[in-house]
DNA sequence: TAGGCCATCTGGTCCT
DNA sequence: AGGACCAGATGGCCTA
């Protein structure tokens, strides 16, 4: 049976996938399969590797692969190249160089995994419990990039509110609140940042950002009702924030998506009040230096003049920070909001 | 239980 | 031939 097995190609994916037969752990094979032993899957691993294995000849080494031609039978001959025959060798090569590419494949995806972790490390927020996945950790640095292109572009100090709700364009809800919590921004600042008259409403709520009205079509959260808070934030003052952006613009929209950063870098040496020495590009090139003593309670607008973070509404991310790694940015940053 | 996220396997394509 | 890259498929885990 299991010689038919080998034979038989088309028989071969059910049974990688679905068959535990016991390898034989010789040469190289044996060699990789230590190499897959060292992942956290090893179970599933060893599970979809360990197929037709069960009865390998060595003999079959020496065969060579166009001895069976004249085995084909009575069939026609057929033109163009002679599809080889897969003989146990074969078989068995190309087994292994699959195996091989298998876990070239998984260090590939280590790779980039271990690249996204850096990224995470490089976002404005990070939590060691409550990592932001993949594609949000795209997003966020996709928008921490705008704004501080859009920083460096206007030489202005940024609106607070826009720079938190650029951060968090087309994030989910959880990772907005991510964000939020990591700039320790909460609901209170956010209403004087807009300068509600009605923010007692809001007074307890956590900071939430669903209010923009393409996120609301995304994510129909409650907050986003009409007549919920977040309804009454869309009627108070997101002008500026839609001047700024270009209204309102739907994240996965081509329109917005066409847009690139301004790539607009101030050089170190302009006197200017409006244009100070911004050094945002060399502090990039230290994304493994050492963390900053000290920087773990760096707070956008914490002590300025907007009103900054009462302490009893610090949100409880006890595990996340900001990153240190690129603490001269958020020391530059946050000294924007603090002239 | 459905949906999101993830790791892994796999075959195809392109390049060296 | 072999490696890199990619996208689809699959199954596991977790959470609302």
């Known amino acids: 049976m299991l010689t038919r097995l080998f034979t038989d190609p088309s028989l071969l994916p059910d049974v990688q996938k679905y068959t535990g037969w016991a390898e034989d752990s010789e040469g190289d094979e044996a060699k990789i399969k230590d190499e897959d032993a060292e992942g956290p899957d090893d179970l599933d691993s060893s599970r979809t590797h360990s197929e037709h294995a069960g009865d390998d000849d060595?003999?079959?080494?020496?065969?060579?692969?166009?001895?069976?031609?004249?085995?084909?039978?009575?069939?026609?001959?057929?033109?163009?190249?002679?599809?080889?025959?897969?003989?146990?060798?074969?078989?068995?090569?190309?087994?292994?160089?699959?195996?091989k590419a298998n876990a070239r494949e998984r260090?590939?995806?280590?790779?980039?995994?271990s690249a996204l972790d850096n990224l995470r490390k490089v976002v404005p927020c990070y939590s060691k419990t409550q990592k932001l996945s993949k594609i949000e950790t795209l997003r966020l640095a996709k928008n921490y990039i705008w704004a501080?292109?859009?920083?460096?572009?206007?030489?202005?100090?940024?609106?607070?509110?826009?720079?938190?709700?650029?951060?968090?364009?087309?994030?989910?809800?959880?990772?907005?609140?991510?964000?939020?919590?990591?700039?320790?921004?909460?609901?209170?600042?956010?209403?004087?940042?807009?300068?509600?008259?009605?923010?007692?409403?809001?007074?307890?709520?956590s900071f939430s950002v669903h209010s923009y009205p393409y996120q609301c079509a995304r994510l129909s959260s409650p907050h986003c009702q009409p007549g919920s808070n977040s309804h009454?934030?869309?009627?108070?003052?997101?002008?500026?924030?839609?001047?700024?952006?270009?209204?309102?613009?739907?994240?996965?929209?081509?329109?917005?998506?066409a847009l690139s950063p301004p790539l607009?870098?101030?050089?170190?040496?302009?006197?200017?009040?409006?244009?100070?020495?911004?050094?945002?590009?060399?502090?990039?090139?230290?994304?493994?230096?050492p963390r900053a003593p000290g920087a773990h309670n760096l707070v956008f607008g914490s002590s300025g003049p907007r009103g900054g973070i009462h302490s009893e509404n610090v949100l409880p991310y006890h595990d996340m920070h900001l990153h240190h790694e690129r603490a001269p940015v958020y020391d530059e940053l946050n000294a924007f909001f603090h002239n």
Do not use: W
């Not at 004249?70 to 033109?79: A, F, S, V």
């Not at 991510?178 to 008259?197: I, K, P, Y």
């Open 58 to 99: 060595e003999d079959d080494e020496g065969e060579e692969d166009e001895d069976c031609e004249d085995t084909e039978g009575d069939r026609p001959k057929k033109r163009g190249p002679k599809k080889r025959k897969m003989t146990q060798a074969r078989i068995e090569r190309s087994r292994l160089r699959r195996i």
């Open 107 to 113: 260090t590939r995806m280590h790779d980039l995994n």
């Open 232 to 257: 009454a934030m869309r009627t108070h003052g997101y002008c500026s924030y839609d001047s700024l952006y270009g209204g309102s613009p739907e994240y996965n929209s081509p329109e917005y998506e």
């Open 148 to 205: 501080l292109s859009e920083i460096l572009r206007s030489g202005k100090r940024p609106d607070l509110v826009s720079y938190v709700q650029t951060l968090c364009k087309g994030l989910s809800q959880p990772t907005t609140n991510l964000v939020a919590g990591c700039l320790q921004l909460n609901s209170r600042n956010f209403l004087t940042e807009q300068q509600c008259q009605d923010g007692a409403r809001y007074a307890s709520g």
């Open 264 to 289: 607009c870098v101030k050089h170190a040496g302009s006197t200017s009040p409006e244009e100070k020495p911004y050094h945002y590009s060399m502090h990039y090139t230290g994304l493994a230096a």
